[in-house]
């Protein structure tokens, strides 16, 4: 069955640096996603990606953020300047038809330092 | 705005036992509503999803949940719990029309024992 792919399982980084956390989707998809679930919290929505440009983003989603699919397989997820509450984890989601049947990858987790 | 509230972190049951995991959502537009769940160490997993056809929806290992609209719930059900059913399991709620992000609640981790 097709799957979501998301590197790496485990990222951890100092406060300041930048990340870039990587997906590649299901290669038949349309939509993707970002999500991000703090140790304890609700998973949270930060962005969604459709036709090579953003379609919705989150008060989450400033100016740190971006996201950029740069082959036609990959779907990155940028931090520019990392802070301590971005430590969380991330999941990448993949549809054909929004988010009615969204796959999602096993996630990756940030800890910041 | 939309959101859903699942009641209780954590849910124990014994195996064999009825399984019930409430979910309640708020949404000012007919919604589609949703179970995920996510075993450990893996991404959510779709369970089912109500997207305003039966009130009563089957989903993949024997789960189900009803959509009722007075009760704003959306709980999710299984008659006889299975020790592979111990896992974490996440309600959400979109609105019905065109290209939306999913809103998820909290999560509530459900515990099988034997």
């Known amino acids: 069955e097709p799957e979501v792919t998301q590197t790496p399982s485990h990222q951890v980084t100092q406060m300041g640096q930048e990340v870039i956390l990587r997906c590649v989707p299901i290669s038949n998809h349309l939509y993707f996603y970002w999500y991000r679930q703090i140790l304890g919290q609700k998973v949270e929505f930060l962005v969604s990606?459709?036709?090579?440009?953003?379609?919705?983003k989150s008060e989450i989603f400033d100016d740190q953020f971006s996201v950029e699919r740069p082959d036609g397989s990959n779907f990155t997820l940028k931090i520019r300047s990392t802070k301590l509450e971005d430590s969380a984890m991330y999941f990448c989601?993949?549809?054909?038809?929004?988010?009615?049947?969204?796959?999602f990858g096993s996630g990756t987790q940030l800890s910041v330092l | 705005a939309q959101s859903v509230t699942q009641l209780g972190s954590h849910v124990s049951v014994s195996e064999g036992a009825l399984v019930l995991l409430r979910c309640n959502y708020s949404s000012s537009v007919p919604p589609y509503l949703f179970w995920y769940v996510q075993y450990p160490n893996q991404g959510l997993q779709l369970l089912l999803k109500y997207t305003s056809a039966a009130t009563l929806v089957k989903g993949i290992n024997g789960f189900e949940a009803e959509f009722k609209k007075s009760e704003t719930s959306f709980h999710l059900t299984k008659p006889s719990a299975h020790m592979s059913d111990a896992a974490e399991y996440f309600c959400a709620v979109t609105m019905n029309t065109g290209f939306q992000k999913l809103v998820f609640g909290t999560g509530t981790r459900l515990l099988v024992s034997p």
């Open positions: 989601a993949s549809s054909v038809v929004g988010p009615e049947k969204l796959f």
């Open positions: 990606f459709y036709n090579n440009e953003i379609s919705e």
